[in-house]
Each structure stands twice: as C-alpha cells, then as structure tokens.
T-cell receptor, first 117, second 115 residues
Framework: EAGVVQSPRYKIIEKKQPVAFWCNPI?????LYWYRQNLGQGPELLIR????????DSQLPKDRFSAERLKGVDSTLKIQPAELGDSAVYLC???????????????FGPGTRLTVT | GENVEQHPSTLSVQEGDSAVIKCTYS??????FPWYKQELGKRPQLIID?????GEKKDQRIAVTLNKTAKHFSLHITETQPEDSAVYFC??????????????FGQGTILTVHP
C-alpha cells in the first residue's frame, strides 16, 4: 500500500513570505497529524484531525499557522508570514483510529524540509 | 502534559554487540509506547511498540520492556549491524481526552554501529 505522501520535499523561502505544505494520508486513515521536527530533536505535534475536524490544535501557533483538511482526506498546512525560527522539517502522519482506549499506530510521511532565509 | 526523557543521546557500539536505549515518562495515564527509527533525511519508521497491558515484546533482534510502576521503558537491540545505525526516538501516548493519540517524543538517540 502507498504510504503517506507529502509535497514539496524541500522549500526555501525568504522570511515574511507565505508557504504551504500538502499531505495525502494512507488510504482509509481517518486521523491525520502534523508534526514539526527541529534539527536534532523529536517531532512535536502541531495539530491533529479526526476526519475533517481539528480535535487538538493547542500547539499550533495560530497567529501565523493555519491548517485545513477538507473532505477528511488531504490536508494543507500554511505559514504566513514565515519567520526564521520556522525552519524545520514538517512531518505529516496518519492512523486509523476507531476510538476507545486502543491507540493505533501512526505512520509518517517523508516530511517537508523548510528553510527560511 | 506528558514529558519523555531519553538516554543516552549518543551510543556507539561494535557490530554484534547489544544496544540499550532508555526512556522515562511522566504521565501515568500513558498506555502506548512506540519506538521509531529515523535515518538521515528520511521519515521516522515504526520499529516496535508496546502497550501498557504487557511488560515485554520482542521482534527478532529488537525487544522493548515496560515498567509501569517506575514509568520507564527500554529498547534492546541484539547482534547489532551497521544498518542499525540511525536516530532512535521513543514516544508515549494515551487514550482519552483531547490528547488522545498525541505522541510525545524523547530527544532521540544517535546509534552508531561500527563494523
């Protein structure tokens, strides 16, 4: 089966410019996550979607970051305007969650490496 | 919120030796503990996970142990090979509430296996 797809793989922009990342989860996966991974650190959750609903966006810097998941499949993460400190790898992950007390495995995409100059 | 501490930050072993990476977590409600392997420039890949209802799980050369009382879990790799060289991340997650499914990662361990 195809894995999580992300594009672009690399993006270089100047500060104050907008940027958008796209993610296509594994077919049938209802839950989608966006993580940010700074150099030398573990990923940190930005936002989690269950179908088209953002159920945890507590760590999303809402003054400049936005996300959407129309129709509960693909998702887009946007930064406007970008700052130097936004340079990182943005990872998308997906899982098939059926609720309850069972946590389902998350599968990651290859990420988008953003460099803000 | 959950906090996960991972040690050591770097680990260097000879091929054939064993490697052990340890993690501690703070939220006693966490009940799912995956381990990811990330090679340079690539995606994190799930290599093994353990749930709070078991104390140990093994998959060929990889094993994970969980001590719920002490709130720590460990990754054990036996008979290491050069292709095991990568960054390894532990993570913790819990069911229920808005944090359901949220993975909190450790800081990572750079494992180097020398031929």
């Amino acid at each position: 089966e195809a894995g999580v797809v992300q594009s672009p793989r690399y993006k270089i922009i100047e500060k104050k410019q907008p940027v958008a990342f796209w993610c296509n989860p594994i077919s049938g996966h209802n839950t989608l996550y966006w993580y940010r991974q700074n150099l030398g650190q573990g990923p940190e959750l930005l936002i989690r979607y269950e179908n088209e609903e953002a159920v945890d966006d507590s760590q999303l810097p809402k003054d400049r970051f936005s996300a959407e998941r129309l129709k509960g499949v693909d998702s887009t993460l946007k930064i406007q305007p970008a700052e130097l400190g936004d340079s990182a790898v943005y990872l998308c992950a997906s899982s098939l969650d059926l609720g309850g007390t069972f946590i389902y495995e998350q599968y990651f995409g290859p990420g988008t490496r953003l460099t803000v100059t | 919120g959950e906090n996960v501490e991972q040690h050591p930050s770097t680990l260097s072993v000879q091929e054939g030796d064993s490697a052990v990476i340890k993690c501690t977590y703070s939220d006693s409600a966490s009940n799912y503990f995956p381990w990811y392997k990330q090679e340079l420039g690539k995606r994190p890949q799930l290599i093994i996970d353990i749930r709070s209802n078991v104390g140990e799980k093994k998959d060929q050369r990889i094993a994970v142990t969980l001590n719920k009382t002490a709130k720590h879990f460990s990754l054990h790799i036996t008979e290491t090979q050069p292709e095991d060289s990568a960054v390894y991340f532990c993570a913790a997650s819990r069911a229920g509430g808005t944090s359901y499914g949220k993975l909190t990662f450790g800081q990572g361990t750079i494992l180097t296996v020398h031929p």
